[in-house]
């Protein structure tokens, strides 16, 4: 999987974002929280947002900061989970933190995330 983070893989459907909230399952590493459905009409093999409380953080520029790093890591470490399966997912990461994070904390926080939503999607498929 390439470390690009294209225009398809974005997540934009407000249909699929309220899917995503109502049927979608969780998982959850402080001060990450990915939410994630299972998909079949996607082009791409994955859908992703990111979404930071304007409750927390109420200047604009300090969200948009806190996505820009969140989308980064993500590119980054997207091909830990996803190499060697062909499975379909919509994913929306929410920052619940109230502190600004720098990308070395919120790296961490990814990877222990994603490999948490690897060891579900695993678990679940050997039953």
Sequence with gaps: MDQSFGKKEKLKSKALITQLFDEGKGVSVYPLKLIY?????????????????????????????????????????????????????????????????????LDQKMKQVLNKFKLQIDEKNSK
């Design 37 to 105: 459905l299972s998909t079949e009409n996607n082009d791409k093999p994955l859908q992703t947002g990111v979404t930071v409380s304007k409750r927390n953080f109420k200047s604009a520029v300090d969200r948009n900061k806190i996505k820009r790093l969140l989308r980064e890591s993500y590119r980054l470490n997207k091909a830990l989970v996803f190499n060697n399966t062909d499975a379909k997912f919509a994913f929306l990461f929410l920052y619940l933190g109230k502190d600004m994070p720098s990308f070395i904390q």
